[in-house]
């Protein structure tokens, strides 16, 4: 066990909470979901490679990189909202087993189409600047990692804007706190499921898009970010968007750390220990509150 | 109505024998290795979605993670025969006992967790157990898997060639075929029913929830671990790759195409997944060119969607509705 | 002796009482009603009694044996049944099966007897059938027996929920307002077969809106208001009770 110096320790934590951006983004994603229509969706982590493979195609066509971001989330997005009409609204009142094997089976299906898209073969995508990686305190950083806080801090704000200054965000938050007394009030379930679907599509495009110039953008990314975003959620409690962000962070960090001090055969290990443990913690609150009159109080 | 008509409601032991009939005469009019061998991975896979069916369907319990308790039975088996030359029947029996002792352990946790977050748990325990698989070299041979599996035999005949191995799985098939509709037509699976009718009202009538529920979720994990073992003793050869999230997934995607608290869907449902990719590998790179056996994932999931946006109880009470099967029953 | 006894009863949710210190007893083979106005707090008292809900306060007694702690299962094999206001069928079965759940507590056989069909399973299959006919014939609905749950007429889905919990065999049966959305006739079936109930040794405690009713099954009736007992006695008794008859106005105790 050699010797860390605080430059160590540093760059474990920052490139921690640069991940832990990503898997925020992504949680925040499944939260609204999960608030505004009950639904668990799985299939969250591939918005996150197509998100990443559009932009790379894009980019491919000779479009300059950011605008490449931008057509990459819209196409994202749209593709979000088309699995809703799909997949989601028809089925609304379904169990929440039916549920959650339809979102598996979109996730297992949307992969199934990108390998058959774009291969099996890695892509890159280039840092959005150029530069030598910076360092602070002796940690050493690629700058990718600033963008990457960067934009998610952004797009939290725009999020933050969204649903508490508009009033369509306004409407997203009424239908997921009471859905039925947002739909006495005049807002639609199922244009705000739609929304909701649009958002997170949207937020894990983002995420695909930002974190693809330092990892190899494949087909099946999807998965394991979509798993751990999850997790990052349910630390936070699956419903609280602010939990989803210490959740994330505190994902990416735990993982980073662990990878770095520990094993890094066990990294993607932690996120699903971690899980555990905090569904275990939660449970006698849990069963509480979710299962409501049926426990003995 | 008097017991015995109660009684000859049941279609069950006809249909057992039926199966007998076909599954019995199968290699004898079917020479292919290849089809013998997937009718071999159709027997296994029943055993597991049988098991998958009880849960969900019956006890009412998702799991995501089911193919974890699979890969326990594969690997006690491997490593009991590989690495201590035990006697294979015993690893099986083995396996039997870790696989229920941890399901029991971890069904005491889990079961005070409800719909999404069981979900999730059954997830993350079901990946954890894969990474451990690839983690633990010295026990299990990591990744790269552990070669050398003795293959099964008792007395002095050795199940060696495909048509042998055949017979034994289907056997186990039909034996736990029968074990699952007895238990279904019981008490116990009238218990089920009703917890999952009303837990409310189960608990009127002094049924513990939890207690069944763990049952259900003990006799799932052992098929599952029997259906593991089988696998190694065939294959000779055990790897963590079988085990990961995706076949957790597949084995859910047999369960749903069958029906999920259907025992003959179990059946059905994973000879109709199989033989589909089966079928698919064939044709679709006729259709599609460069199409490889991983073009097939698009197809499980749109299946996968469309029958359960369209047929949410599965294909067989789907299938059957919809040719308007007059007495047909939910209760298979 | 008292079959049921409540000790200072008290449940509250977060900062609704629902129950406040309500003491009463239920005599041993006599029908008792409880009544009262709407929220007045009788079905949480079933709840608490039947062991779904804990109390904040306070004790249950089962013939002298104190509940507190026990889960409602366990106090289903001591001997109380219940039906639910919205009878609570299981849908997903027929008449039949729905009554032979009710043997539940009164039957052994496990997974094991039944996975291996041991001829123990088999004789308590057979009885268990026979049981449960017999408790459809007490509520006639024998004709029934193999109709789905889910396609009962309400009348006859609340005879099944009886017929369920008679299967248990308790000795204290706690029926809600089983009267509710009956007509003429079926209350009258009803009155006969509750008394049938009493007939066969079983502790009858029921809460019922329909006055007529209850003044002509009751021996005797408690009344609760906002979660505390203000009355009881017999039938005539508690009719003349100024309290009563206030809380029913909705008027303020003078």
Known sequence: ?297 | MNMQQFWRRRPNASALMLLAIVVGSLPLWVKSSYLISTGIFVGISAILTLGLCLLMGYAGQISLGHAAFYGIGAYTSAILTVRSGLNPWLAILIGIIVTASAAYLIGLFIFRLSGHYLAVATLGLGIIVYLAFGEFRELTGGPTGLPGVPRLAVGGFVFDGDVEYFYLVWSVVIVFLVLSLNVVNSRVGRALRAIHGSEAAADSVGIDSSRHKLQMLVMSVVFASVAGSLYVHYMRFVSPQPFDFTASVRLVVMAAVGGLASVWGALFGAAAVILLTVVLREFLPLVVRDASGEHTVIVYGIILVVIMVLMPEGLTVGLLKSIRWPSFKLKT | MAILQVENLTKTFGGVVALDDVSFEVADHRITALIGPNGAGKTTLFNVVAGTYRPTRGAVRLAGQNLNGLQAPDRVRLGIGRTFQNALLFDNMTVIENVMVGRHPRSRCGILSSAFQLPSKRREEESIFLEAMRYLNLVGLAMDSNELAAGLPFGQRRLVAVARALATEPRLLLLDEPAAGLNTMEKMDLVVLIRRIQEMGITVLLVEHDMALVMQLAEWIIVLDHGRKIAEGTAEQVGKDRKVVAAYLGQEEP
């Not at chain 1, 996150?48 to 989330?73: E, K």
């Not at chain 1, 970010?225 to 968007?241: M, N, P, Q, R």
Request: include cysteine.
């Open chain 1, 1 to 297: 066990m050699h010797n860390y110096g605080i430059g160590d320790y540093l760059q474990l934590i920052l490139s921690g909470i640069s991940t832990g951006s990503i898997y925020v983004l992504i949680a925040l994603g499944i939260v609204m979901i999960y608030n505004v229509t009950g639904v668990i969706n799985l299939a969250q982590g591939e918005y996150t490679m197509l998100g990443a493979m559009f932009a790379v195609t894009y980019y491919s066509w000779r479009v300059p990189l950011l605008l490449a971001f931008l057509a990459s989330v819209l196409t994202v997005t749209l593709i979000g909202m088309l699995i809703e009409r799909l997949t989601v609204n028809p089925v609304r009142s379904a169990s929440a087993v039916t549920l959650i094997i339809i979102t598996v089976g979109v996730s297992i299906t949307i992969r199934g189409i990108a390998l058959l898209v774009w291969g099996s073969t890695p892509y890159f995508l280039p840092e959005f600047t150029g530069g030598a990686p910076f360092s602070i305190l002796g940690a050493v950083m690629s700058r990718q990692r600033l963008w990457i806080v960067g934009t998610a801090g952004l797009v939290l704000l725009l999020l933050y804007y969204l649903l508490d200054r508009t009033l369509l965000g306004k409407a997203l938050r009424a239908c997921a706190i009471n859905r039925q007394a947002a739909s006495l009030m005049g807002v639609g379930p199922a244009q705000m499921s739609l929304l909701a679907f649009a958002l997170s599509a949207a937020l894990g495009a983002v995420a695909g898009i930002v974190i693809a110039p330092l990892t190899l953008v494949t087909y099946d990314m999807g998965l394991m970010l979509g798993l751990k975003g999850f997790v990052a959620a349910v630390i936070g409690g699956l419903t609280s968007a602010p939990g989803a962000v210490v959740g994330g962070l505190l994902l990416g960090v735990l993982e980073s750390l662990s990878a770095g001090l520990i094993s890094s055969g066990l990294k993607d290990a932690i996120a699903f220990l971690v899980l555990l443990v905090v569904i275990l913690a939660l449970s006698k609150k849990v069963v509480g509150r979710l299962k409501g009159r049926r426990m003995t109080k």
